[in-house]
C-alpha cells in the first residue's frame, strides 16, 4: 500500500537477497554505552524501541575491529559475540523486519590510545598520539581484523556490516596525500592509496557472505583543501561497488575540517544534492544524511532522487517514535532533533561521556527513566513554562497527573522565546511546538498572562507545588551600570532598546557569543539559505573542487558594528562553548570582525565608554552601547514567599540553580522529577 504523505519513505528497498521496510535509517552513532558495564543491556533496550516503531534499518555505532582501533568496545572474540547478540536479538524480537547492521570504525590516527595506527606517522590535529606508521605485516594484521570482525557480526546476528572509510578514521587516512605518504604499493597515485580500503571492503565481502548487507560510508565531500578530489570519490565509490558493496553512504566531514557539517546552523538536508549527482554513477543505492530531521525533509529528499535512504541519527536520540508518528499522520507529535549537539556528540567527544538528547532525556537511559501511569493521581501546579516547566508538565500529565501550567507571559517557552530570535538557532521553534502539542495531547490545563503568587497558589490546594519560575539576569555591580548607555541581553535580543555601532559585551559566555551573533548579523540566516551557509563557509556544491572546499576566504556578511566580547578570566574567550560547536561560533564572529578580549577588569561606565583594565593596563572602549551579559541569578521571589508563608513546593531549573543551567539540565532534571512524583 501506498503511503499517501510519505509515498517514497515508505516503499520497501529490494536488495535481492533481502529487503528494506521502508527507507528510514537510524544512522550510526556510538553513544558511550559501549563501554559501560550494564551497556549492552541498555543498548538492547535502546535499539529495540527504535525498532518498535518502525525504522527500517539501525546502524549501530562504531565497534572497532581490534584493540589499536579504538579505546573501549571492540568486537574480536566469542565472548563479544554474546554481548552483540543481546542486542540483535532485542531488535529481531522487537521486529524481524527491521535490520540491524554493525558499523565498524577503526579510528585509525584518532583513536584515544597510544597503540594507534595509520597508513604514515602523520598526527592529527585532533588527535591524542602521533600514530605508529603500518608496515606490510601491519597492513595484514589490519586487514585480517577486518574480515574477522566482520565475520564475528555475522555470528552475532547481525543483517550486515557499515565499513565506515570517511571522516579521518584509518580507511580515509590512506585516500588523501596529506596523510599517507607512502611509496610503496599503498601510497602515491589514488589506485594505490585506495588499494587497502578496497582490499578491507573485498576481505570484508568474503568473510561476511553474500547474504548480508554490506554497506560502506564515503566522504563525497571531505571538506579539506588537500582532501579527495571529485573524480577520486568517483572512482573509489566504483570500486567498492565492483568488489560487492549493497550500499553506499555519503558522509560530509572530516573531523578535523573547520567546516560545520551537522551544527545547528547547518541548513536542513544541505548536503544531499551531492549524494545524488554521486547516485547518478552507481548502480547500488545510496544512503545520504546530515541535517534530516523531519520526514517531510526526508521525503523531499527522496523525491528529488538524492537518494534511495535517508539517514536519521541525532533525530532518533530526540524521539525514539519518529518513524511511527510519521506514519500515523502524528508530525505534529514529533520531538525535532534541533542539533544543538549538547547531549549527544559533546558528550561524545568531550572525554568519553555517555551521551543522551537535550529535548529527551530518555535517550539511551530507556531503562532508567521511564513515565510509568501514576496509581494515585495528584493536582500539580507549576508555575513558569520554560524548558524545565514544560519538560516538567507535560511528563507528569502524560503519566496521569492532572496538572495547571502558569506562565505569567503570553506565550510558553521562557529563555527559549529568545533563543529562538538568534540566527542560526531557528530550530528551537520546533521544541516550542512539540511542547505546544504535548500540552494540548496530555490535557495540561495551561494559564498564561498569569503572574503566580502564593495567595493564588494556596486557594486552589494543590497537592504539589513545582516553582520553575526561571533566571533574573546578573546585574555586574560597577558604576555607571544605570547610564542610559547600558542595556540588558533580554531587551538587546527582544530589540527593545536601540544597539549602537559601537558595543561592549559585559559576558561571553553562550549569552554573550548569541548576542554578538545577533548583533553582528546581516542578511539571511544561514541556516535557512544554503547559498549563504555555502559563501559563509567556502563550500562549492556545485563544481567539486577537492574536498567540496573553495579553499578561498569565504564571504561574509556582517553588520557594520565594531563588537568586543569581554571577559575576566584569563582564559581564551569561548572556552565554555560546546566542544563541537564552539569553534563553529568563534569563526563566524572572528570573520565578522569580533574582537574577544579576555583578562577584563571592569571599573566604571560613562559618557567616553567602558572604562577597563585589561591585563593590568587602563583601557578605555569608546562604545555607544554596553550589552550585559554576566550570567544569571535564580528567579526564587514566589518559591521565598511560599516558604515564608508555609507552603511546601520544590524549585526546579534555573529557579534551583542558576550556574551554568542550560536547557539540558533543566529537561533532564524536569524529567526525572516528573518521572517520580
Ligand atoms: P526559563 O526559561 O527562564 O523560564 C521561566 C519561566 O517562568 C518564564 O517563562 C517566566 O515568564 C515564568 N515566570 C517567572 N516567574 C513567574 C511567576 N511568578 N508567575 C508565572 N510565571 C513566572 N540553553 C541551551 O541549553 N542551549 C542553548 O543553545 C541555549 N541558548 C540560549 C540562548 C539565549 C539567547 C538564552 C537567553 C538562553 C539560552 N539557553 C540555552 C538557556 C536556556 O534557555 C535556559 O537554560 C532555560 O530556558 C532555563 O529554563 P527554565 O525553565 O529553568 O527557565
Ligand atoms: P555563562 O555561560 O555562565 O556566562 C556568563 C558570563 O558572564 C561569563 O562570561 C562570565 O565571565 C561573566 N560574568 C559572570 N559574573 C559576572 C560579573 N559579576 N560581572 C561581569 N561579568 C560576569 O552564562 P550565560 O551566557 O548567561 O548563559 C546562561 C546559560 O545558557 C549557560 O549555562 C549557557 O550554557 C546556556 N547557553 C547555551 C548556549 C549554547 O549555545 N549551548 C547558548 C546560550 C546560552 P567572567 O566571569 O570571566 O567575566
Ligand atoms: Fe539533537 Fe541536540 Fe538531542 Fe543531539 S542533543 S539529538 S543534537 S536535540
Request: with cysteine; proline share 5%.
Amino acid at each position: 500500500m501506498i503511503h499517501h504523505r510519505y509515498p517514497l519513505l515508505f516503499t520497501p528497498l529490494d536488495l535481492g537477497f533481502t529487503q528494506l521496510k521502508n527507507r528510514a535509517l537510524m544512522g550510526s552513532m556510538h553513544t558511550g554505552l559501549e563501554e559501560a558495564a550494564d551497556g549492552f543491556t541498555r543498548l538492547a533496550a535502546y535499539y529495540a524501541e527504535r525498532a518498535r516503531a518502525g525504522v527500517g534499518m539501525i546502524i549501530t555505532g562504531g565497534i572497532p575491529p581490534n584493540a589499536e582501533a579504538g579505546f573501549g568496545a571492540q568486537l574480536t572474540n566469542e565472548d563479544e559475540v554474546a554481548q552483540h547478540r543481546m542486542i540483535t536479538d532485542a531488535v529481531h524480537a522487537a521486529d524481524p523486519d527491521v535490520k540491524i547492521c554493525m558499523q565498524i570504525l577503526h579510528m585509525g590516527s584518532l583513536a584515544p590510545n597510544p597503540q594507534c595506527v595509520a597508513p604514515s606517522a602523520v598526527k592529527s590535529r585532533i588527535g591524542a598520539f602521533k600514530p605508529h606508521e603500518l608496515d606490510d605485516a601491519g597492513i595484514e594484521k589490519q586487514l585480517a581484523d577486518f574480515a574477522h570482525c566482520a565475520a564475528l557480526a555475522r555470528k552475532a546476528g547481525y543483517d550486515g556490516v557499515e565499513i565506515i572509510g570517511s571522516a579521518g578514521y584509518l580507511l580515509s587516512t590512506f585516500l588523501v596525500q596529506r596523510t599517507n605518504l607512502r611509496t610503496d604499493q599503498w601510497g602515491g597515485s589514488f589506485d594505490n592509496r585506495m588499494r587497502f580500503v578496497v582490499e578491507a571492503v573485498r576481505r570484508v565481502r568474503q568473510a561476511l557472505g553474500n547474504d548480508r548487507i554490506l554497506i560502506f560510508r564515503i566522504a563525497a565531500m571531505d571538506m579539506l583543501d588537500e582532501g579527495m578530489a571529485w573524480d577520486e570519490v568517483v572512482q573509489l565509490a566504483q570500486a567498492v561497488q565492483a568488489v560487492g558493496v549493497n550500499i553506499i553512504s555519503t558522509h560530509f566531514c572530516w573531523h578535523e575540517a573547520p567546516v560545520p557539517t551537522i551544527a545547528t546552523m547547518v541548513p536542513r538536508a544541505a548536503f544531499t544534492e551531492v549524494t545524488g549527482q554521486l547516485r547518478k554513477l552507481l548502480k547500488v543505492p545510496m544512503i545520504t544524511s546530515n541535517r534530516i530531521n523531519m520526514p517531510a525533509v526526508a521525503e523531499a529528499v527522496l523525491a528529488r532522487g538524492d537518494a534511495d535512504i535517508v539517514s536519521m541519527a541525532r533525530p532518533m536520540l530526540a524521539d525514539p517514535e519518529l518513524v511511527r508518528k510519521a506514519f500515523e499522520g502524528r508530525e505534529d507529535e514529533i520531538n525535532t532533533c534541533i542539533a544543538c549537539n549538547q547531549a549527544c556528540l559533546d558528550h561524545t567527544f568531550g572525554g568519553h561521556r555517555q551521551v543522551s538528547c537535550l529535548v529527551n532525556p530518555r535517550a539511551c537511559r530507556e531503562t532508567l527513566l521511564n513515565y510509568p501511569r501514576a496509581t494515585s493521581p495528584k493536582r500539580i501546579a507549576v508555575v513558569g513554562a520554560g524548558p524545565a516547566g514544560l519538560a516538567y508538565s507535560t511528563v507528569a500529565a502524560q503519566r496521569g497527573h492532572n496538572v495547571t501550567l502558569f506562565d505569567a507571559a503570553a506565550e510558553i517557552g521562557g529563555q527559549f522565546n529568545l533563543a529562538k530570535r538568534i540566527p542560526g538557532k531557528e530550530e528551537f521553534h520546533e521544541t516550542l511546538r512539540y511542547y505546544r502539542r504535548m500540552i494540548d495531547l496530555h490535557h495540561v490545563e495551561l494559564r498564561l498572562n498569569t503572574p503566580v503568587d502564593a495567595d493564588l497558589l494556596k486557594s486552589a490546594g494543590f497537592d504539589e507545588i513545582i516553582v520553575a519560575t526561571g533566571i533574573e539576569p546578573r546585574q555586574p555591580a560597577l558604576p555607571g551600570i544605570d547610564h542610559p548607555k547600558v542595556i540588558g541581553y533580554i531587551d538587546a535580543i527582544r530589540g527593545r532598546r536601540p544597539v549602537g555601532r559601537r558595543v561592549a559585551i559585559i559576558g561571553a559566555g553562550g549569552i554573550g557569543f548569541d548576542v554578538a551573533e545577533l548583533i553582528s548579523h546581516a542578511g539571511p540566516s544561514a541556516a535557512l539559505d544554503r547559498d549563504v551557509f555555502a559563501r559563509e563557509w567556502g563550500i562549492d556544491f556545485k563544481n567539486h573542487p577537492r574536498g567540496g572546499v573553495t579553499g578561498v576566504a569565504p564571504q561574509v556578511q556582517s553588520a557594520g558594528r565594531t563588537i568586543t566580547l569581554l571577559q575576566r578570566k584569563t582564559e581564551p574567550v569561548g572556552r565554555s562553548l560546546g566542544k563541537t560547536t564552539g569553534w563553529t561560533h568563534r569563526i563566524m564572529l572572528n570573520r565578522r570582525g569580533v574582537q574577544m578580549q579576555n583578562g577584563v577588569e571592569y571599573l566604571r561606565i560613562d559618557d567616553a565608554g567602558l572604562h577597563t583594565l585589561v591585563n593590568g593596563e587602563p583601557k578605555l572602549f569608546e562604545v555607544d552601547t554596553v550589552i550585559v551579559c554576566a550570567g544569571q541569578v535564580p528567579k526564587r521571589g514566589l518559591f521565598d514567599e511560599l516558604q515564608a508563608r508555609g507552603i511546601e513546593a520544590k524549585l526546579l531549573g534555573g529557579a534551583f540553580e542558576a550556574t551554568e543551567l542550560d536547557a539540558k539540565r533543566a529537561i533532564e532534571q524536569a524529567s526525572f522529577m516528573a518521572a517520580a512524583v
